[in-house]
């Protein structure tokens, strides 16, 4: 391939189309289901085409969140602290509603008893 045809490659995200286009889609996060099953919640489906189409990808990765599949050890005592979700400039500030509406992020919210 000459270096103009990979240049032109690289360019229209063939390389990698799910970063380059966009087209992440929601992401499933259950890795500490025991611990949500406690908590009364489900696991979290959280809207990564929605937050594209508001926020420019350098403002949370890797700033906030690492690229990588199972690289952030992300849970409600760390967005509690102010980390992942819970950053000052997310669900911890004006910008979005707050971190205590369980329903707008977990699935299976069970009513507080």
Same mark, same amino acid.
Do not use: Q, W
């Given at each position: @391939? *000459?270096?103009?045809?990979?240049?032109? #490659?690289?360019?229209?995200?063939?390389? @990698?189309?799910?970063?380059? @286009?966009?087209?992440?889609?929601?992401?499933?996060l +259950?890795? $500490?289901?025991?611990? !949500?099953?406690?908590?009364?919640?489900?696991?979290?489906?959280?809207?990564?085409? $929605?937050? &594209?189409?508001?926020? =420019?990808?350098g403002?949370?990765?890797?700033?906030? %969140? $690492?690229? $990588?599949?199972? *690289?952030? +050890?992300?849970?409600?005592k760390?967005?509690? &602290?102010?980390?992942? /979700?819970?950053?000052?400039?997310?669900?911890?500030? !004006?910008?979005? %509603?707050?971190? +205590?509406? /369980? *329903?707008?992020?977990?699935?299976n #919210?069970?009513?507080? =008893?």
């Amino acid at each position: @391939m *000459a270096k103009s045809n990979i240049a032109a #490659v690289i360019l229209t995200g063939l390389l @990698m189309p799910a970063v380059a @286009m966009g087209a992440i889609g929601n992401i499933r996060l +259950d890795d $500490k289901i025991a611990s !949500m099953r406690k908590a009364g919640v489900g696991p979290v489906i959280f809207p990564h085409g $929605k937050h &594209e189409k508001i926020y =420019k990808c350098g403002e949370c990765h890797p700033k906030i %969140f $690492k690229d $990588k599949h199972g *690289a952030n +050890d992300s849970s409600m005592k760390y967005n509690m &602290e102010g980390r992942f /979700c819970g950053s000052p400039n997310c669900h911890n500030s !004006m910008k979005a %509603f707050p971190l +205590d509406r /369980c *329903a707008n992020c977990h699935t299976n #919210v069970r009513a507080a =008893k």
